[in-house]
């Protein structure tokens, strides 16, 4: 966790309130945080239901890992300090649009369950909804979209989730998805029928 370094600074509430947003979307602002190894369909997930929530009607939005490293973190590596801080900037933001009553996704590997649990508490109790979408290392492996499995082999990347860094699994996810067993067409069904069991949309 970051220290507080600015000195002298006051927390200043508007006028118009979460719930006076949320009540104009139609919706509540929460945070479904997708967590899984590279490659097992975290960031096709989100944008598959950012699709079908838009068709719906329903404002959200998708912080992508790779697009917020090329902006907001474009001076953080993969050191495992690094990666701390990954998250906690992410959980910052996520938290911000969550209280303009946004559905907003985080797709990051976040492989931390300390850094979770951190963003977790950000946000209030019901608002964040973390999805495991796991997938056996094998089948990341064998998907690798980007190439990045095979250059962690052959030691062109250090400290690659799943290969030479670690992985902490969800413990107490609100959904666990395996996408080889699960197509994206389902998988999307499963998070919108959990949206709109909990009154979210």
């Not at 474009?74 to 900037?89: A, C, Q, T, Y």
Request: proline fraction near 3%; glycine fraction near 8%.
């Amino acid at each position: 966790m970051a220290d507080q370094k600015a000195t002298n600074i006051t927390w200043h509430d508007g006028a118009i309130t979460q719930a006076d947003r949320e009540r104009l979307l139609n919706q509540k602002g929460v945070v479904i945080w997708y967590t899984g190894l590279s490659g097992s369909g975290k960031s096709t997930l989100a944008h598959a239901v950012e699709e079908k929530l838009f068709e719906q009607g329903f404002i959200s939005y998708v912080l992508d890992g790779d697009n917020i490293r090329h902006g907001l973190n474009k001076n953080l590596g993969f050191s495992p300090e690094d990666r701390v801080e990954n998250i906690r900037r992410i959980g910052e933001v996520a938290k911000l649009f969550q209280t303009c009553g946004v559905i907003t996704m985080t797709a990051f590997i976040s492989p931390y369950r300390a850094d979770r649990d951190i963003a977790r508490k950000l946000v209030e109790e019901g608002r964040f909804i973390e999805v495991f979408v796991k997938v056996p290392l094998d089948i990341a492996e064998e998907r690798d979209p980007k190439g990045l499995y095979k250059k962690a082999r052959a030691g062109e990347i250090k400290e690659f989730t799943g290969i030479d860094a670690p992985y902490e699994e969800p413990e107490h996810a609100e959904l666990v998805i395996d996408t080889s067993e699960l197509n994206i067409d389902q998988s999307v069904d499963v998070i919108m029928t959990y949206l709109h069991d909990k009154g979210i949309i």
